[in-house]
């Protein structure tokens, strides 16, 4: 018999700051956004004290923040991606088959652990996660993966572990649990079912017009509903290279020199240009981007561009050097910019890289980027990089609130007095 396992950091961007503060562990803590803009994380003390509303503005909240004593944290993505891996490093020791769903979520296989005690194990998962990393995990196990989703959520409000995996215990959870909070249900999803008086999970379960269903929730809807029903239609997935990838940051302040537009797309390029290497691949075009604040009465323009490459690259110099190429072709002088980025596309596996016919030598500037590579990798983002990238970066994301990069910089490493 086979089980799914979900387990899911808690209030992931927040643990990743106490993790490091702990002198914040028992008070209320929100994550913003980019630009501090919006609350985006909350743990369950902030939620107590009636924190929640996702992207809720900061500037409106900032009364309730000194009332009840919160700390508040700017995005620290740098951080939690790092964290992220440092779980998932702890989680492949449990099982050798893992999917790692999201930053802070992986589902695990157990085949042919029919003679384990799975709460025993669950709270083995929670512990060694936990002394390796700091972070506190829930553990949901069932016998697919839209109850072992259910069950996740069961766990948070039980010691951190849930086990349903007979019928009986199966049927007894999903008679209570509302039909909107099913993964993969969203709200017009369920508005649908409501229509059809399908209130909880278990009234989903048995409706027998499997028709019906797949004509108003199409064949996905028919799959959750066989997943409740503990038929295993979602299989593990085997993490793939991404098809496109970039980088993209709205600005601090509105940009109107072309010199800082420049600058960032030199650092996005940077940035984008490293996610490809870390993949082992490359891509045969790019595009880039800027516009104007759509939220903001000033005059609108947004621009965008793409170019293609004879063969596939993930050299840094060349890939700033058609955003710049790009920047040239849609810049528009006068107008307020307020965001930029770029995306790579047509990415394949190095190996898989076809060379043009008539240039030979593509000059990747191979070594160079390794080079780079390791010295950032030893001592810290951004330690040696383009000129192109600037310095002061006056454009750059406001982060009044953001810690240091504890696990990625040398020089942010924590510090302990005896």
């Given amino acids: 018999m086979k089980y799914f396992c ?6 992931f961007y927040c643990s990743c700051e106490r993790v490091f503060r702990p002198e914040v562990r028992n008070r209320p803590v929100i994550v913003l956004s980019n630009n501090d803009g919006c609350a985006i994380a909350f743990t ?7 924190f929640g509303q996702m992207c809720e503005p900061f500037f409106q909240l900032k009364d309730r923040i000194k009332k009840h004593n919160v700390a508040v944290f700017s995005s620290n993505y740098t951080l939690y991606d790092n964290m992220s891996k440092r779980v998932m490093d702890v989680l ?13 979520e992986a589902f695990l296989l157990f085949d042919g652990f029919n003679d384990y005690d799975f709460i025993e194990y669950g709270q083995k998962i929670r512990r060694e996660v936990l002394s390796s990393t700091g972070i506190p995990v829930g553990v949901g196990i069932s016998t697919t993966k839209v109850l072992s989703k259910i069950a996740n959520k069961l766990a948070k409000k039980n010691k951190g572990v849930w086990v349903m995996i ?6 007894r959870v999903l008679k209570n649990f509302p039909v909107k909070d099913i993964w993969g249900i969203g709200s017009r999803s369920a508005i649908k079912l409501n229509m059809l008086g399908i209130k909880t999970a278990y009234e989903f379960k048995m409706y027998q017009d499997e028709a019906l269903i797949q004509k108003l929730l199409t064949k996905t809807g028919r799959q959750i509903q066989e997943e409740l029903r503990g038929v295993s239609c979602l299989a593990m997935e085997e993490a793939e290279d991404k098809k496109n990838t970039g980088t993209s940051r709205s600005f601090g302040t509105n940009v109107f020199d072309k010199s800082q537009l420049k600058e960032a797309l030199a650092h996005f390029a940077t940035h984008a240009s490293l996610k490809l290497r870390r993949q082992n691949s490359v891509c045969y075009s790019m595009q880039a981007f800027i516009h104007t604040n759509s939220f903001q009465e000033v005059p609108q323009y947004f621009g965008e561009a793409r170019v293609t490459f004879p063969s596939g690259t993930s050299d840094t110099l060349k890939l700033i050097n058609a955003a710049h190429k790009i ?7 006068g107008f307020a910019y307020k965001k930029a980025g770029v995306l790579l596309n047509h990415i394949v596996p190095r190996n898989q890289n076809q060379l043009d016919l008539f240039t ?8 160079l980027n390794q080079i780079m590579d390791l010295i950032n990798k030893k001592y810290g983002e951004h330690t040696i990089k383009s000129a192109a990238c600037g310095i002061h970066n006056e454009w750059r994301t406001i982060a009044d609130y953001k810690t240091q990069h504890y696990t990625t910089s040398w020089k942010d490493l924590l510090r302990v007095k005896v």
Wanted: aromatic letters at 6%; a negative charge.
């Fill in 6 to 11: 979900l387990v899911d950091c808690n209030s």
């Fill in 44 to 50: 369950k003390e902030a939620k107590a004290v009636g």
């Fill in 360 to 367: 030979p030598d593509p000059n990747d500037n191979e070594k």
């Fill in 92 to 104: 492949r020791g449990f099982s050798p088959d893992m999917e790692i769903y999201s930053v802070d």
């Fill in 327 to 333: 920047l040239d072709e849609i810049y528009r002088p």
């Fill in 166 to 171: 007979t019928p009986e215990e199966i049927d």
